[in-house]
C-alpha cells in the first residue's frame, strides 16, 4: 500500500537528508560554544542594557539602528556620530519619535566631525558602522581595538587595502 503524502509528512523516521542536517548545525553549534572563552561569553556589566552607538547617521544608520531598537531585548541608542549635525538631527528625530526612551540620547553624546566616531564608540557594547564604505575599515579597526561588537553595513571597504585591513 503506498503511503499518501499526508503520512509521509507525518513520518518520524529521519531519512539520511534530515540526519546530516540535524547533525551538522549541532556539530557547528558545538564548535562555535566551544570556541567562546568565558571572559568573551560573560556580561561583566550590572547592567542587561544593550548599549548600542550609531555611526553614519544616513539612511543606512538610521535603518539599521531602527532595527537594533526594535529587538524584543533592553537595548538602547546611547551615542550617535556623523560628519554632519542635520543628518544625525533627523535621524535621532525620527528614531525617537518610533522608539521613544529607546533612542533617548543626550545631547552630549552626538558627536560631529571626521574624529566624532571614536567617542561614540567608546560608549557602547555594540557599534553599527553605516558610513560611507571609504570608512568603514578605519572605524572598524577603531570598534575592534576598543572590544565592540560591529554591526557593519556592506561593501566592508572600497579597495584592497580596507579589505585586508578588515580582515586582518
Do not use: W
Amino acid at each position: 500500500m503506498k503511503q499518501s503524502k499526508s503520512t509521509q509528512k507525518n513520518d518520524s523516521r529521519l531519512d539520511r537528508r534530515g540526519f546530516l542536517k540535524s547533525s551538522s548545525a549541532i556539530a557547528g553549534g558545538a564548535a562555535a560554544l566551544g570556541s567562546l572563552s568565558i571572559e568573551r561569553g560573560a556580561f561583566a556589566q550590572a547592567s542587561d542594557t544593550v548599549k548600542v552607538a550609531l555611526v553614519g547617521c544616513g539612511g543606512r544608520g538610521s535603518g539599521a539602528a531602527d532595527q537594533a531598537l526594535s529587538t524584543a531585548g533592553d537595548v538602547k541608542l546611547v551615542a550617535m556620530a556623523d560628519a554632519f549635525r542635520d543628518r544625525m538631527d533627523g535621524s535621532h528625530k525620527g528614531l525617537e519619535r518610533k522608539h521613544g526612551l529607546k533612542a533617548d540620547v543626550k545631547e552630549e553624546n552626538k558627536f560631529i566631525g571626521f574624529d566624532a566616531y571614536k567617542k561614540a564608540i567608546s560608549m557602547a557594547d555594540v557599534v553599527v558602522l553605516a558610513t560611507p564604505p571609504g570608512f568603514r575599515p578605519i572605524h572598524f579597526a577603531e570598534a575592534i581595538k576598543q572590544g565592540k561588537h560591529v554591526f557593519m553595513e556592506k561593501p566592508v571597504a572600497v579597495d584592497g587595502k580596507g579589505v585586508r585591513q578588515v580582515l586582518a
